[in-house]
């Protein structure tokens, strides 16, 4: 079969074994904010058509490609769900020459009555704990992070983050933009931030105390970008690690990953980074439960 | 005399009786970014000429004017800093026909050693310590809103929270900005903001939560406007009013001021909006005690 992880900016493509192993993989920027007129189903083509004529016959998209602004949108399945009631739920999309189906995003309601959402990470989840029987607290970070707490293979609930793009904000849109250059994570200054967010101030406190380390207490504009980077995972960790006894399964870039796997080392956690094609095992796993026909 | 709170994007210009009161005032968007090649003495003589001609001949300055990309760089203070210390340290500037001096601007250090700075704010507290002289604790509310502890007249210490910056930030440079429509704000959705940031789950995911409860659960996207407003300022209230026993005065334009003192009100705190005039007041106290010669 072939997966597909259409997201907002991007588009992974995995051409996968009857056992689940990727055979040949794919990757573009035609997220769907990139697709226009709604030709999703020729740029899908144009992507995967040398695996369709060389035989494969089965297509399963996750992410936001089901969403109300990709191809078709499918209702968010309420929490908890196992990888039998998504497979239960795959939504078809008309195809000539194929079966494509989507993958339902899920939805969630935390104890205060609040909704979260996720459309493509229930997807990752799933292929995480396949990948790692033991994790049961499985962390994807990036621009919205998400925390989900699996049990009995199935998510039982999950909590989401507005670290990577609250991050990109202030280093682009406030005055921290004046005293701060990206760059590589210098990693002294990513743990400092890190520590800084277990003191008291919180984070609107902590985040002006940026600018004036560099301007009065010769803070490196360099260090300022990976302090501040380690500020807002660190003040993540403040809630994600609330209760939080069981290791961690960081899904994700190497390197994103791995500043995750050192903030949760630095506050005595326990964090094992998997391989981020947590979704080609995902989509392989519901490809194998999906009724075809 | 005359007084000036000369800031980033503004100018307030007041002309002080010898008692204090103010006989007449100006406001103007010259603030110190719109001066272009250093053409402060013209611009201020522009702005107050006519008070001039008309025989004053002392003008005191305060605010981002004695910055590094001010007029000329005055010092920070270090805090616990009083009005007699302040005044001691008033910059001339040239000038021809009247003693221009600039105010400086405070540093504190907190318990872990982060730097704070401000430029203005220590006049307005100096003003507002003087308006009411039972309360300790002095907000004032804004871009960047400082909460600052006065002590027999000295100001102790203070601490910065970024929430009206990270507020815009949020609101129209991330995602939120889709589900957010900005306008007079809803009483009701901001105290049920205010409320949330007392949950758990932390600032960054109560962030995202406000565009799900506009996707999922009804909220508007005006409501959603108050509610992140309320999420900001309590979040900013979680810290600032940490060990705080004794009544908040709040200094700042009036629809802003009166939201803090509801918001702090709907945390059991007591809070009073002081006129936000607290410049000219503090201007004047301060010009009463410097050295003119």
Not at 25 to 47: C, K, S, W, Y
Not at 221 to 236: F, K, N, R
Request: hydrophobic content about 50%; glycine content about 12%; proline content about 3%.
């Amino acid at each position: 079969m072939i997966g597909v992880d259409w997201g907002t900016t991007s588009l992974r493509a995995w051409r996968l074994d009857q056992d689940g192993a990727v055979r040949d993989r794919r990757a573009t920027a035609q997220g769907i904010m990139a697709i226009t007129d709604r030709q999703f189903e020729p740029v899908l083509r144009d992507i995967v058509g040398d695996w369709l004529a060389d035989g494969e016959r089965r297509v399963l998209l996750c992410g936001m490609i089901g969403s109300r602004q990709g191809w078709h949108e499918v209702a968010y399945l309420p929490c908890p769900a196992g990888i039998d009631e998504i497979a239960a739920r795959l939504t078809p999309v008309a195809f000539a020459g194929a079966a494509v189906r989507i993958v339902p995003g899920l939805a969630t309601i935390d104890e205060n009555g609040v909704a979260d959402v996720m459309r493509g990470e229930e997807t990752q989840i799933l292929g995480a704990a396949a990948c790692d029987g033991t994790a049961r607290v499985i962390c994807l970070p990036g621009t919205h992070s998400k925390w989900a707490v699996v049990s009995a293979g199935r998510i039982e609930r999950f909590s989401t983050y507005m670290t990577g793009e609250m991050f990109a904000a202030l280093a682009e849109h406030t005055i921290l933009a004046r005293t701060i250059v990206a760059g590589p994570i210098d990693p002294v200054a990513f743990t400092a931030g890190v520590a800084r967010a277990t003191e008291a101030g919180g984070l609107l406190h902590h985040a002006f105390g940026v600018r004036t380390q560099v301007l009065r207490q010769g803070m490196t504009e360099a260090a300022a970008y990976a302090y501040l980077s380690g500020l807002m995972i660190g003040h993540e960790l403040n809630a994600a690690l609330d209760g939080v006894a069981t290791p961690v399964a960081v899904v994700g870039a190497s390197t994103l990953a791995a500043l995750y796997v050192t903030a949760i080392a630095s506050r005595g956690g326990v964090a094992i980074a998997v391989d981020e094609a947590a979704s080609a095992a995902g989509l392989a796993r519901l490809g194998e439960r999906a009724s075809w026909t």
